[in-house]
């Protein structure tokens, strides 16, 4: 799987976009974009993932750049809940229980009231 | 609530001793993934079981070692714990899709 770059941590305004990027210049054309996040002590959640296209739905958004070398998650309207660690994951398409995921330290982000 | 529940939550043990984690996978998960995460650090795998099956492995050394069962529930062991054992022990079940995340076992080592 291909190696992931985030920043370690981002503050972001309560009410405002955060935009969390994620370089990933080794991906592969048959490997994916996943994000993740863990809230503190809970287990990583799945938020949402893409090819090549962007895709969107009711947490976020995902915006890939067109040489699939990096991307950015978007919470439209940060609220104090999405407070979390967000990983950056790039994986081929899950199949037959080949379904591993490879984390790395992911981004803290801090919504500020 | 992602319906993959994990027991015990907590649990304290002793170096050299033996632990055994549980998981209950979501319902049609056929696939159950165990990770390791210290603290700080990111989710580590540890092994995937498919229909019963070991089916892909980290960095872990055989002390580690699982199940899988017919209802697709999932058992990890450790023998001979060690100090750096503790951490939070997290399964994830899937169907060739999206993983969903228990919420943890977290094991303390002393």
């Known amino acids: 799987d291909a190696k992931t770059t985030q920043p370690p941590s981002m503050d972001c305004a309560e009410g405002r976009a955060a935009n969390l990027p994620c370089n990933h210049s080794?991906?592969?054309?048959?490997?994916?974009v996943y994000w993740y996040r863990q809230i503190h002590s809970q287990g990583p959640q799945y938020i949402i993932h893409?090819?090549?296209n962007n895709e969107t739905n009711e947490m976020a958004s995902l915006i890939i750049t067109e040489d699939r070398k990096s991307s950015t998650l978007i919470l439209p309207h940060a609220t104090l809940r999405d407070t979390a660690v967000y990983y950056c994951?790039?994986?081929?398409?899950?199949?037959?229980?080949?379904?591993?995921?490879?984390f790395g330290t992911g981004t803290r982000l801090t919504i500020i009231p | 609530e992602t319906g993959v529940t994990q027991s015990p939550t907590h649990l304290i043990k002793t170096r050299g001793q033996q632990v055994t984690l549980r998981c209950s996978s979501q319902?049609?998960?056929?696939?159950v993934s165990w990770y390791q995460q210290a603290l700080g650090q990111g989710p580590q795998f540890i092994f995937q079981?498919?229909?019963?099956?070991?089916?892909g492995r980290g960095n872990f050394p055989p002390r580690f070692s699982g199940l899988q069962f017919p209802n697709y529930s999932s058992e990890l062991n450790v023998n001979a714990l060690e100090l750096d054992d503790s951490a939070l022990y997290l399964c994830?079940?899937?169907?060739?899709?999206?993983?969903?995340f228990g919420p943890g076992t977290r094991l303390l080592v002393l």
């Open positions: 994830a079940s899937s169907r060739q899709g999206e993983q969903y």
């Open positions: 080794t991906i592969s054309g048959n490997e994916y």
């Open positions: 893409g090819l090549k």
């Open positions: 994951i790039v994986r081929v398409a899950p199949n037959f229980g080949n379904e591993k995921l490879t």
């Open positions: 319902s049609g998960h056929n696939t």
């Open positions: 079981y498919y229909r019963e099956e070991e089916n």
